[in-house]
């Protein structure tokens, strides 16, 4: 029964991350895995065996801007074996008066590696954590990389979850690096939530804290640095990869995306996959329109989203190369988008 369960929360959180795996990727067809809730929460049962060490996590700091340093994750898929569950990127900036770290990894582990990469550019302290979204693999090492004197700003939505989900995410990413992430990862609880675009000075450093509407998950908030031009996404930008659209809301998304390109971004810094500038985002615009405007076709005409597919499939030839391991997630994007589409047309 307790495999049964974390199977289903394995599948579910497959369509979540959206992933590539091959071996996991089958478990993700089950139709559990298009109904569990991410907020099930379910008891820490999983035996940890190898949890992985500090220096299991090759970290490099990769300056974008003046003070923004990007730290990338080589992987493109979600928490596994191979990867030790480091799968998600991290940002921070040097202010004159301290740190702002954007998202904090997938374990206390992973958190303290962050920590020790930012030590190798800068000694003052973290003044400021920004938790993008609700998915575990952004805020689970948190607690390794504040102080007392660390604001922690969220939106409501997400703080929620972070109050709600440490057992679960932590048991999922368990199951999915075997063991690798460790059971020691606490909820950072945040201190500050955002739900409006706010603009605030940190440091010196102009900040705007952008509500994404809900496009990739419920309360995702991206982090603008006007004066730079740089944006932090979190998982409404992507590249390298399929945007991952279990939670999306496609319709929203376009127009968010249409919104950020009118803020001629110079960088942008993804959740997954490697820096990179505005074009990326008109990429992921363009990618979602052709989804939704196929998909709302069919709906009118009273065709399913699997007669859809082979449509959509044509369309996104560019995009096999723009997001290597598309074809293992199209079907899954496409079934989201016709569901919204199906629903908005009632
Ligand atoms: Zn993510």
């Not at 972070?162 to 690096?177: A, P, R």
């Amino acid at each position: 029964m307790k495999r049964m369960v974390l199977t289903a929360l394995v599948a579910a959180t497959l369509v979540a991350c959206d992933s590539a795996d091959n071996q996991l990727e089958k478990q993700s067809e089950s139709t559990v895995a298009d109904t569990a809730t991410p907020g099930e929460q379910v008891p820490a049962t999983k035996v940890v065996s190898a949890p992985a060490k500090l220096a299991d996590y090759t970290m490099a700091a990769e300056k974008v801007a003046d003070g923004v340093y990007a730290i990338i994750t080589p992987a493109r898929d979600f928490p596994n074996p191979q990867n030790k569950g480091w799968n998600s990127n991290s940002t921070f900036v040097v202010t004159g008066d301290g740190v702002l770290v954007v998202d904090t990894g997938s374990s206390a582990t992973i958190g303290t590696a962050l920590l020790n990469t930012i030590r190798t550019v800068t000694d003052k302290p973290i003044r400021w954590i920004v938790n993008t979204h609700g998915h575990g693999d952004h805020w689970l090492g948190g607690t390794s990389i504040a102080s007392a004197q660390t604001e922690v700003i969220t939106s409501t939505k997400v703080k929620e979850r972070i109050k709600n989900e440490l057992g679960y995410w932590v048991d999922l990413f368990n199951q999915m690096s075997e063991g690798a992430i460790g059971n020691d990862s606490k909820a950072l609880i945040p201190t500050t939530t955002v739900d409006e675009r706010t603009t605030r000075k940190m440091g010196g450093v102009e900040v705007t804290l952008i509500p994404s509407g809900d496009s990739h998950s419920p309360g995702d908030l991206l982090v603008w640095l006007p004066k730079l031009k740089v944006l932090i996404g979190g998982d409404v930008l992507y590249t390298d990869r399929a945007p991952g659209t279990f939670e999306g809301k496609i319709g929203q998304w376009i127009k968010l995306l249409k919104e950020l390109e009118t803020l001629d971004v110079v960088k942008m810094i993804p959740g997954h996959g490697a820096v990179g500038d505005g074009q990326d985002i008109i990429n992921e615009r363009k990618y979602f329109e052709i989804i939704w405007n196929a998909v709302a076709k069919a709906v009118e005409a009273g065709q399913s989203d699997f007669e859809v597919l082979p449509v959509i499939k044509e369309q996104l030839i560019a995009y096999e190369k723009i997001y290597p391991g598309l074809e293992k997630q199209i079907g899954r994007t496409v079934s989201h988008a016709y569901a919204q589409a199906e629903a908005a047309a009632f």
